[in-house]
């Protein structure tokens, strides 16, 4: 980000504008907008510039400006439409302690005006850092479309109205009032009072809101791969406790004003204890707070989910799981394939190459027969483990084994093999992300040629 947005206060503030044709006047219907005092220095202005200074909406001089006409000005637009006059007054200007834009001249600006959407006193800023003036258009009519007209009105109404909804207690309940108020569609001031007076009766009669738990399944890593369920605990969070796994842009979508806690873990490794975890939720759900528990791919699945239900349970505080796109359904997925097939397998396993005591152990005899699928989870240090057992009980070396990391995320990587060479060529393959061991699975013959080609670089 090279520019950041902010909101400047300009309420009696000097804002000067020099020059008077169309640069001038776009960039003065926006500040006639604002409370602050404008300036406007043009030799020859135009007319709507003559029509503003005679209502007294702004002060014309009718001359270029000179030196010390912007001693004490905040901002200052140069928009002579004209380089060398551009050049030459912003100098004078910055010299003079003024913050400089200069129209349509992005590199020698100190700031630049955004696209808005005006609901005054909402606004919405769009910027682009001059990379795609019409990407922000478009953005604009989309907003534009999607805020009711009447918004404003309903912000300063919903303003007016604050020191008495201070009477419903800070947080979740004086947070779900106003998310209220704002869902409904409002004609008049009348009647934005009348629905803010009876919505409030209504707040402040209901019951105290006790806190929960969301247990949220964050899908695999593709922010699109989340479910409605997970989107809706995220936008109404209070807190976020969220492990190692979990994608950074589903963090990003969380409340902004919602405090977010890493817990930390990754598989079977904690780097926090899981008592510890399990306070941290209890705690902040018995104090009123909405927790969403965030794990990776689906709760339910080598999760350590019931430890934390068991402590939720034992502290009466309320949960509910909100199931999530396991990693291997997204792994599978990315491989053309799918997890059983008739005439070759009617189950599918997923398994654990880690367990709390080390390398898992399973019915490797079964594992070994032809035609099983396994997608194992946490087996890339165990690979070699699992390989050894597998063989040992008269599994075929040249059963198909593919190794996915990072499955849906944009850095994914599919490593095909044999079972028989699925070491050394995992450690090989230097992998660094999260990945599952496909036992019994290839990837679609019709891979696409970047496919391939990892494939082969990697082998
Ligand atoms: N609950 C999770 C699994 C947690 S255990 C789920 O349902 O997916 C952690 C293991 O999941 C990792 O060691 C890895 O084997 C697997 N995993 C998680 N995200 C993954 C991803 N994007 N790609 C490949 N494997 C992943």
Redesign the pocket.
């Known amino acids: 980000m090279k520019h950041f947005p902010i909101f400047m206060a300009l309420t009696g503030q000097s804002v000067i504008v020099s020059g008077g044709g169309e640069a001038a006047l776009a960039k003065l219907r926006l500040l006639l907008k604002t409370e602050a005092a404008l300036k406007v220095f043009a030799t020859d202005p135009a007319p709507e510039i003559v029509a503003w200074a005679r209502e007294a909406r702004l002060t014309l001089t009718r001359r270029a400006v000179q030196t010390g006409d912007a001693q004490g000005a905040r901002l200052f637009y140069a928009a002579n439409e004209d380089d060398a006059e551009d050049a030459r007054v912003a100098e004078l200007a910055e010299r003079e302690g003024a913050l400089v834009n200069i129209v349509d001249n992005l590199n020698d600006s100190q700031f630049i005006t955004p696209a808005m959407v005006d609901r005054d006193p909402v606004v919405v800023a769009i910027g682009t850092e001059g990379a795609a003036p019409v990407l922000a258009r478009a953005i604009k009519k989309d907003i534009e479309e999607r805020l009711s007209p009447r918004l404003g009105l309903m912000a300063r109404i919903g303003k007016a109205f604050r020191a008495k909804a201070d009477a419903l207690p800070f947080g979740v309940k004086r947070r779900e009032f106003w998310a209220d108020y704002y869902a409904q569609d409002i004609a008049s001031e009348d009647e934005a009072n009348g629905a803010l007076n009876a919505l409030l009766d209504q707040h402040l009669s209901a019951q105290t809101k006790e806190g929960h738990v969301d247990l949220v399944?964050a899908g695999?890593?593709d922010p699109e791969l989340l479910t409605l369920k997970a989107r809706k605990a995220l936008d109404e969070a209070d807190v976020v406790i969220y492990d190692r796994?979990v994608a950074p842009e589903i963090l990003e979508l969380a409340r902004r004003e919602a405090i977010m806690l890493s817990a930390g873990k990754?598989?079977?490794g904690p780097s926090m204890t899981q008592d510890a975890i399990n306070e941290m939720i209890v705690t902040h759900a018995r104090g009123g707070a909405h927790v969403v528990r965030l794990?990776?791919?689906?709760?339910?699945?080598?999760?350590r989910l019931d430890e934390e239900l068991e402590a939720c349970d034992a502290s009466g505080v309320a949960w509910n799981i909100v199931p999530?796109?396991?990693?291997?359904s997204?792994?599978v997925a990315a491989l053309g394939q799918s997890f059983t097939k008739r005439g070759r397998n009617s189950g599918v396993r997923f398994i654990?190459g880690h367990d709390t005591k080390g390398f898992a152990d399973h019915d490797w005899k079964t594992l070994a027969r032809e035609g099983e699928v396994a997608a194992?989870?946490?087996?890339?240090k165990s690979a070699r483990f699992i390989q050894g057992r597998l063989l040992m009980h008269g599994a075929d070396a040249l059963t198909q084994v593919t190794v996915?990391?990072?499955?849906?995320?944009p850095e994914?990587r599919i490593l095909a093999t044999t079972l028989g060479e699925l070491e050394p060529t995992l450690t090989h393959a230097k992998l660094s992300?999260?990945?599952?061991v496909f036992l019994g699975l290839a990837p679609r013959a019709a891979l696409n040629a970047a496919q391939q080609h990892e494939m082969e670089a990697a082998i």
């Open positions: 399944g695999p890593g796994l990754e598989g079977f794990k990776s791919g689906d709760p339910t699945v080598f999760g999530g796109i396991t990693s291997a997204a792994a654990t194992i989870y946490m087996g890339k996915i990391e990072n499955a849906s995320r994914q992300g999260p990945a599952l």
